[in-house]
């Protein structure tokens, strides 16, 4: 997997998510450094831990976020967030039972990460601004 490289095609114009979704692909791209090095299990571990909880806790802001503004997708869009965690808890468990962390695993993880973020955050991102201008 190559370094993810943070651009303005992910950027939401929501300066604390945006920091938010920075630090997330950073997690992103520790893991993948630490998995190409060799890193025993015990550094992966931690940081496979450490992405769970960054990953938790910045979707429980984004739904405190579209709650506020009475964002009408939210339930869908929670949906894709706990579908994803528990995608993670299984790459987790997978991991910890003394699997590989595979390519197929790092590149799934970007991959979701952008996509979600191009379309299912740019969703509510759009009405936050709409609602702005329209205040
Ligand atoms: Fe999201």
Avoid at 96 to 112: P, Q, R, T
Wanted: glycine share 6%; with cysteine; aromatic share 10%.
């Amino acid at each position: 997997m190559a370094k993810f490289e943070w651009d303005d095609s992910v950027a939401l114009g929501i300066q604390t998510i945006d920091d938010q979704h920075k630090a997330l692909f950073g997690w992103v791209n520790s893991l993948n450094e630490a998995v190409k090095r060799g890193d025993g299990a015990e550094a992966v571990g931690e940081i496979i831990w450490k992405l769970i909880s960054y990953v938790t806790e910045h979707f429980s802001e984004e739904e405190r976020l579209m709650l506020a503004c009475h964002f009408p997708g939210l339930v869908s869009h929670r949906k894709e967030h706990d579908l994803f965690v528990a995608r993670l808890k299984d790459i987790q468990s997978s991991y910890n039972d003394g699997h590989e962390m595979s390519e197929n695993v790092l590149d799934f993880l970007v991959d979701w990460l952008v996509c979600h973020i191009k379309g299912t955050d740019q969703s509510y991102s759009r009405f936050i601004h709409q609602q702005e201008s329209a205040a």
